[in-house]
């Protein structure tokens, strides 16, 4: 394999991992505020399908992308109200969620477009595209000098490929995805805010008993999480992909959950997990590669298994211990 | 006089059909410890969350120094500098020390200038106050008595005035427990106002100024302490006399039941708990094993009700109980006599979402005189049921009731009738009142004496010394594993005790043989 042919799979990882790492912080605040969410998935695609749905009346991505945060937040919402207010069980809810997301897309897709449950292609403003950084060949060069992009990287010293294939020509939610990262590690580390997010998670009594609402700080994280699955969901339906097929998520917050116990929930742990799970999804594309390189014919299908079986790897202990909030899943109630 | 800390007026609060709080006015007095004491259910907690915001009252009035207050959450009471300890802690435990005393209580959004001004402002509190804590440990690594450390720490923090604290010496050992009142007396010098919660009467007398006794959702007295009985106090709690003291006869041992050669455990971390312990039990007398929790006594009841492995020699009437494997499991050792009321009554003695009369026959539910063919016989367990409930005072006496429904006490009865009846030649045990109220703590200690009388042999272990001294005949003492020490009930006394509890075994300089005049039967042990 050469070094080029390593950069693309790298790309293509990191493009891959952005839906899984956003969807992973997502659950990472929900989970650490004590409130279990197996309905990434379904507030994924909800914001999948609102952000294509309202990219293409709009022609707008932004527009399509603040739909889709609706779509999800609303989830969020309803998820907060069954296991907050409600204290019900939060992996029913959760459940309940993606039902009514695999449904309801496909449901109201059709009554909107008549095209068997999808949207339009979303073309031109309506998608968020490569953003070229400075420097970099990007598509304009390629323009400019009639030649096929391909070459021209081909052609260039092993730092610029670097530069214009694996950093640059990313759309602007895969940056804002990256930073996302250090900015939850500031906020849970460094601020009084994470200090009683992470608190409320683990005892909420000790919260409750120092005067600060529990409930308010567990909607706020609920609903932080509903905004980064809504733009998990707005990258697949108008970066990753232009346009909302049926179940376009694919079990990509289930594989966010599993990246979130393997990375104990921690988010700079988050990154790697997701980057980890990215690059096998990456594989998964590319099975020549993996046969050159260890020249054996290995099934995809094992490929797009090994998060799971990486996580029970990790949960039975093998990898150090994965220790969850003490308070998960446990609706708080005042005790006498 | 000046205005009084905390004044409540008339303060009713009832949950359903149930009156916690009837019409309470209460006085307290800055500057003092004002002792609450009362049963499991006298509505002590109950008004206590009154006052730190958890509950709001139906009907009655709070004043904080003479203004009249009112204290809707927990904030407002931490504004009216009201701080509270409260028995299962309110701390997160992978957060450090300075972590928890900032939680709610944070200077700014930023941390790291509320970590910095809560480092000063702990290391000017623990000189103030004896309190020193190691800022950075995380909570987890904590002993229990620092993790109470840091919870006052926390309240001070957040500038108390009136301390709560709710039954704080349940959960320490001895050490740690006098540690604790000699915080308080320091807080109490520097003009804080401390109430405290607690079952032990011993702990009201010596530490508080004023008393305040509550039955049943009503104040019935407030006392100066000094004016006061153990015994007054504690009728005044029940509502009638109650025996302080175990009124027993000599015993009369007879033929050796229990024989213990050499009796090693290692538990499941490899840690060897019990290093080699000869110890016998007769019939017709009650043995009872003092010591610090954590000593080895556990794992002695463990092995001997069957439940974890051992090695060498048991013998029960004279025929060698195997130590290992199946022959050595919790079925066998009833089959050999032997009955076990287990230390942690809740996780071991009863299934607690289970009805009491489901309980009544766990572990005898082979017994054949309770099947029914293939089935069980549930209707005559229920009925067999509804009489040991009777005849052993349980209250409710409803064995529908879920086991979790039933108090400590009421919970313990059940254990109890279900291994007392089964007529054993050999009873275990462990800490039989601990969390149980003081009415029940006669009745069960009265029905262990019984238990004796009629020539059976008990195995007793508690952490309780005054239990140890008032209930049993012969004292054995370990430390560390080993048995350091054994004495005649009637001729030893707390203090002997306590040195053997600490592995030292020279004891001639505070050894009496006088009967043991300088204990202190009155102390009942605390709810858990």
Known sequence: ???????????????????????????LYSERSGVVDIG??????????????????????????????????????????????????????????????????????????????????????ARF??????????????????RPLSQLIAEAGPLQQFYSELISGHSSLVYLALLTVPFTWWLLFRTRFGLRLRAVGENPAAVDTAGVSVVWLRYAAVLLCGVLCGVAGAYLSS?????????????????????????????????????????????????????????????????????????????????????????????????? | MTAPAIELKGISKAFGPVQANKDISI????????????????GKSTLMSILYGFYKADAGEIFIKGEKTLIPDSQAAIRAGIGMVFQHFKLVENFTVLENIILGAEHGAMLNSSLGNARKELKHLAEEYGLNVNPDEVIENLSVGHQQRVEILKALYRKAEILILDEPTGVLTPAEADQLFRILDRLREEGKTIILITHKLREIMEYTDTVSVMRRGEMTATVKTSETSPEHLAELMVGRKVLLRVDKKPAEPGATVLDIKGLRVVDEAGVERVKGIDLTVH????????????????????????????TGEITMNGVAL????????????????????????????????????????????????????????????????????????????????????????????????????????????????????????????????NLRDQGKAILLVSVELEEILSLADRVVVMFDGHITGERDAAHTNEKELGLLMA??????????GNGGNDTNPQEVPADG
């Open chain 2, 27 to 42: 006085s307290v007095q800055p500057g003092t410890i004002h002792g609450i004491i009362g049963e499991n259910g006298a």
């Open chain 1, 1 to 27: 394999m050469d070094f080029l042919t390593l950069l693309q799979v790298l790309d293509t990882s990191v493009r891959l991992a952005t839906p899984l790492l956003l969807a992973c912080l997502a659950g």
């Open chain 1, 129 to 146: 595209n490569p953003i070229e950084l400075p420097f970099a060949i990007g598509p304009s060069d390629a323009a400019a000098a009639d």
């Open chain 1, 239 to 336: 970066a990753l992909q232009a346009g909302f097929v049926k179940d376009m998520t694919a079990g990509r917050g289930f594989i966010a959950l599993a990246a979130l116990i393997f990375a104990k929930w921690r988010p700079v742990y988050a990154l790697g997990a997701c980057l980890l799970f990215g690059l096998f999804q990456a594989l998964e594309l590319r099975p020549d590669i993996i046969e050159n390189v260890i020249g054996l014919k290995v099934q995809v299908q094992l490929l797009g298994a090994l998060p799971y079986i990486l996580t029970v790897v990790i949960l039975a202990g093998f990898v150090g211990k994965a220790i969850p909030p003490k308070a998960s899943a446990q609706p708080y109630i005042k005790e006498r």
């Open chain 1, 40 to 125: 990434l998935e379904g507030k994924m695609l909800a914001a999948a399908f609102f952000s294509a749905a309202v990219a293409f009346y709009s022609g707008n991505a932004w527009v399509g992308l603040l739909a889709g945060v609706g779509a999800s937040v609303a989830l969020a919402i309803v998820h907060g109200l069954a296991s907050i207010t409600f204290r019900g069980n939060q992996l029913i809810s959760g459940v309940a969620i993606n039902f009514l997301a695999a449904g309801m897309t496909v449901l109201v897709a059709q009554s909107w477009f008549r095209q068997g449950g999808r949207t339009p292609p979303l073309q031109g403003d």
């Open chain 2, 322 to 449: 195997p130590l290992t494997g199946h022959g050595a499991d919790g079925q066998a050792r009833r089959a050999a006599g032997i009955s076990h009321v287990p230390e942690d009554r809740q996780r071991e003695g009863l299934i607690m979402e289970f009805a009491a009369w489901e309980n009544t026959v766990f572990g005898y539910h082979h017994s054949p005189e309770i099947q029914n063919g293939l089935l069980m016989d549930n209707k005559g367990i229920y009925t067999e049921a509804e009489a040991k409930m009777q005849r052993f005072d349980v209250r409710p006496p409803d064995p529908k009731l879920a086991a979790k429904n039933f108090s400590g006490g009421n919970q313990q009865k059940i254990v109890l009738a279900r291994e007392i009846e089964r007529n054993p030649d050999l009873l275990l045990i462990g800490q039989p009142t601990r969390g149980v109220d003081i009415g029940a703590i006669e009745f069960i200690h009265q029905q262990v004496v």
């Open chain 2, 503 to 512: 592995g030292i075994t020279d004891t001639s300089a505070v050894a009496n």
């Open chain 2, 283 to 310: 019939a017709g007398e009650i043995v009872g094993i003092a010591g610090v929790a954590g000593n080895g006594q556990s794992e002695l009841l463990e092995v001997l009700g069957g439940f974890a492995d051992g």
